[in-house]
């Protein structure tokens, strides 16, 4: 049977400047908030002080930084008082912050933040929830990274669907004996100094470094990988990257792949020639593992408490 060429793209931002999780977090109790599909990514309503209304914020754990759609940040900085911004060098190139804004996530009050100016008119397709037809754009208000997320001890449960924000330490012992019981698997993550969430896994012997990335519709493991481990393989078209890179395609199944100790082998998935990531990773990059791998495994993503749970869907 002749495969069919699917392309795929995933949508991550490189971060290149040092990355450093606030020691304390602000003074919030445990609360959720609904997260919305919007063409195979993940979103929360969000506004910014001297916003009227509520905009759609890509919830990405690729990213080690939080963005700010650059539009409303100029309208923001012309007609609000007291919005300011300040200039700062990104790998040589100037780049605008909002600095020390108030923020709204579903209307709650969640403190104020740094966001750095970027252009994402148009980032997203079309759908049921924008009205528009599949091709069609919105504007997002911005993109929450690994800075914010980890600054509110953040948990996205794929489950249920939610984003919880929690203040102080949990009880992470009694938490994860709780998931277990519920027939989970723990695995390790930790977020490295370049803003990027670890997982450990391996391929037979040898250990890899997984970028967990709510970002990215497709899980995305290096070609290099145990190419005689190979299940099955078959070119599939293309992989398209940030700063416009993209790489050949194939997709199949890796004999004796493990994430952290939770057998991931039965998961089809994409492998490609990925691009150099500034990570901080313990091990060498494996891949990245997306939303398609965490819906398929039930993922509770617990960024404050340093874990992963996994639960193959029934």
């Known amino acids: 049977m002749k495969a069919r060429s699917i392309p795929v793209r995933v949508i991550a931002a490189f971060g290149v400047l040092a990355f450093q999780v606030l020691p304390s ?86 403190g104020q933040f740094d966001f750095f100016e970027a252009s994402l008119n148009g980032m997203i397709a079309g759908n049921r ?11 997002a208000g911005g993109v929450l990274g690994v800075n914010f997320l980890a600054r509110y001890r953040a948990l996205l449960n794929f489950r249920y669907q939610r984003l919880f924000f929690r203040a102080g330490t949990i009880q992470a012992l009694a938490e994860r004996a709780g998931f277990e019981r519920e027939g989970y698997t723990y695995v390790p993550v930790q977020v490295t100094p370049l803003g990027r969430i670890e997982a450990i896994g391996s391929v037979g012997a040898n250990s890899y470094s997984f970028l967990i990335d709510s970002g990215s519709p497709q899980t995305i493991l290096q070609s290099t990988i145990e190419e005689g481990a190979w299940v099955f393989r078959w070119r599939s078209g293309n992989v398209y990257f940030a700063l416009g890179q993209s790489a050949r395609v194939s997709t199949g199944r890796l004999r004796g792949f493990k994430l952290g100790t939770q057998d991931v082998s039965g998961k089809t998935v994409q492998f490609a020639t990925l691009p150099d990531l ?27 408490g340093g874990a992963l749970y996994l639960k193959p869907a029934s």
């Not at 929830?129 to 504007?139: A, L």
């Open 25 to 110: 977090s602000p003074s919030l109790g445990a609360i959720q908030f609904p997260l919305t599909i919007i063409h195979a990514h993940l979103y929360v309503p969000m506004a910014l002080a001297g916003q009227t209304k509520l905009h759609w914020w890509l919830v990405d754990t690729g990213s080690p930084w939080s963005l700010v759609n650059i539009e409303q940040a100029k309208q923001l900085v012309r007609l609000t008082p007291g919005i300011s911004e300040q200039l700062t060098t990104v790998a040589g190139k100037d780049c605008k912050v909002l600095v020390n804004i108030r923020t709204f996530v579903d209307g709650y009050p969640v």
């Open 278 to 304: 500034q990570t901080g990773f313990s091990h060498p990059l494996g891949g990245i593992i997306g939303e398609d791998f965490l819906w398929a495994y039930q993922a509770i993503l617990d960024i404050g």
């Open 129 to 139: 929830f924008t009205g528009g037809r599949y091709g069609d754009s919105f504007e």
